[in-house]
Structures are given as C-alpha cells and as structure tokens.
C-alpha cells in the first residue's frame, strides 16, 4: 500500500475529547468525517456506555477510539494492515486504555471465526467495493449480534446498499457529502 506522511484526525466526544490521533497515509484509510461521527454517536448515545464494539475496517480508529471515549466498554478493532494496527496500538498506549482489542486479519476472516457477540458495529468499507454485502451475508449466518444490537454503515453518497439481513430495521439514515450513512437495529 502506497505510504507517505502522517494524517491526523481529532476524538470529537468524550474522556480524549479534543484528542489529536495521527494515522499513516495509507489510500485505504478514510476516516469518517467529524460531523458524521458527532451525529452518529448522538445516535448511539443511549447505547454505547458498556457496549461491546467492533469496528471491522479500523483504518484511522477515528470510530473505535470515539466510542471507547465515549464510555464503551470494549472494542475490538480489526484491519488487515500492518502498518494500522501497529498505530492503533500505540494509540491505545498513548490513551492509556486496554479497552482496545487490535487484530491485523481480514474483516470476513474474523467474521467466520468470530465467537464473541457485539453490542455495536462498525462497518465502514472502502467505498465501491462488495465488501459491504460480503459483511451483510457473513453477520446474517453468524452469531455475533446481540438482539438490539446496532450496526452502523458507511458507504459512497451514490453507492445503493446491498440488501440487509431481513432482521435488520432500519432506525437512521443521513448524507454528508460523499458519504451515506445509516443506523439499522438487529431483531
């Protein structure tokens, strides 16, 4: 993956509110935006105090250090680079938190091998890929979700979703720029 200079991106909510993080530039790191993160975790604001999290394309750890800001309990935070998990690691240090759990694996391969269940997900993707509805088909054959549980969804403005797992609702839905994003609530 192509490596250049650091970027940065600031913890929005919470304990590290104000917090600068730096990331490797690495092409498949966007980081959510700031405005999306503050309306996405008012939406969450009733659930993520003692959640259990996975944010599945970890990339900048902008959504997994947020919510452990924010009071979750645990979150595991998976990417397949290196180079991420390694940052994530030291951010976790810098943070003084061992609420963070980093594996360097393939999002799906977790998936498959997953046994622990989830109070929230985070699935942000690369946009324009089929990662989103291999994502959908694995969490809809597993069990990792509790009953309640929210996942939240990134994908391009223009991109249409694939189809969720039919116990899936719908609860949130906003656009921000290039980025569509929703809340669904598993049955």
């Given amino acids: 993956m192509a490596k250049a200079t650091e970027n940065s991106l600031r913890i929005i909510g919470g304990q590290w509110r104000g917090r600068k993080l730096s990331f490797p530039k690495v092409d ?12 996405l975790f008012n939406w969450l604001a009733p659930v993520i105090r003692g959640a259990h999290c996975l944010d599945l394309f970890a990339g900048s750890g902008a959504l997994g250090f947020e919510a452990l800001s924010r009071g979750a309990a645990q979150v595991t935070m998976c990417d397949r680079d290196a180079t991420i998990i390694s940052t994530l690691k030291q951010h976790a240090t810098l943070l003084k938190t061992t609420s963070g759990i980093f594996l360097q694996m393939d999002a799906l391969s977790f ?31 597993t069990d990792c979700l509790h009953s309640g549980a929210m ?6 403005a223009k991109e249409e979703l694939p189809t969720v797992p039919g116990n899936w609702t719908e609860h949130r839905r906003k656009k921000a720029g290039d980025v569509a994003y929703y809340l669904f609530i598993k049955q």
């Fill in 151 to 156: 996942i939240y969804v990134e994908a391009g």
């Fill in 111 to 141: 998936l498959n091998q997953n046994t622990q269940k989830f109070d929230v997900i985070f699935l942000d993707p690369p946009f324009a890929s089929d990662l989103l509805q291999y994502c959908f088909e694995s969490l809809s054959m």
């Fill in 28 to 39: 498949a790191i966007r980081p959510t935006p700031a405005r999306v993160r503050e309306t």
